[in-house]
T-cell receptor
């Protein structure tokens, strides 16, 4: 079966760095997405990786290793507004998205 | 730009009642999707559409129906509501699919409770 694993919850301190991991086992691979979802709101797109390596977008970076079935989202200079759930999703060989359950990130002052 | 507009935001249904969740997008996107999100679970695809007149089942279609008469609108119909359909529903759209790099644009969600 297809599976996406990510930690249920993480806690970090304002101003620090946090890394959210995602491992996947899917039928084929056509890219990996990260979405941010604030409580009670809709997910919003953060990043897309299809090739191995690191993609940087301001304070957020996303890394992919296809051979290891692994990705991480790196958040730097954490701000209170970064408190949210972070969803990892993989597009399989049929171009269908398989979603992880999400990681709830709690930022403490 | 309104993006993806989804109504209603909240609804309580009695077991056996029916309702339609409305979804409209003004971005001329071909692909539209309905997801449900249960606590502690990933988003589950209910139905999707690749264009007007074309719909297909997702992972969890039972108890739901959809139609796509126009590019803009993609309503989700719940017939004979059951407590298992208590969830948060999201409509989403994307410009196309098949190349892998299209991000989804989500509506604001509908919190549905079936009692």
């Amino acid at each position: 079966g297809q599976n996406i694993d990510q930690p249920t919850e993480m806690t970090a301190t304002e101003g620090a760095i946090v890394q959210i991991n995602c491992t996947y086992q899917t039928s084929g691979f056509n890219g990996l997405f990260w979405y941010q979802q604030h409580a009670g709101e809709a997910p919003t797109f953060l990043s897309y990786n299809v090739l191995d390596g690191l993609e940087e977008k301001g304070r957020f970076s996303s890394f992919l290793s296809r051979s290891k079935g692994y990705s991480y989202l790196l958040l730097k200079e954490l701000q209170m507004k970064d408190s949210a759930s972070y969803l990892c999703a993989v597009m399989d060989s049929n171009y269908q998205l398989i979603w992880g359950a999400g990681t709830k990130l709690i930022i403490k002052p | 730009n309104a993006g993806v507009t989804q109504t209603p935001k909240f609804r309580i249904l009695k077991i056996g009642q029916s309702m339609t969740l409305q979804c409209a997008q003004d971005m001329n996107h071909n692909y539209m999707y309905w997801y449900r999100q249960d606590p502690g679970m990933g988003l589950k695809l209910i139905y999707y559409s690749v264009g007007a007149g074309i719909t297909d089942k997702g992972e969890v279609p039972n108890g739901y129906n959809v139609s796509r008469s126009t590019t803009e609108d993609f309503p989700l119909r719940l017939e004979l509501a059951a407590p298992s359909q208590t969830s948060v529903y999201f409509c989403a759209s994307s410009p196309k699919s098949g190349t892998g790099d299209e991000k989804l644009f989500f509506g604001s969600g509908t919190q549905l409770s079936v009692l």
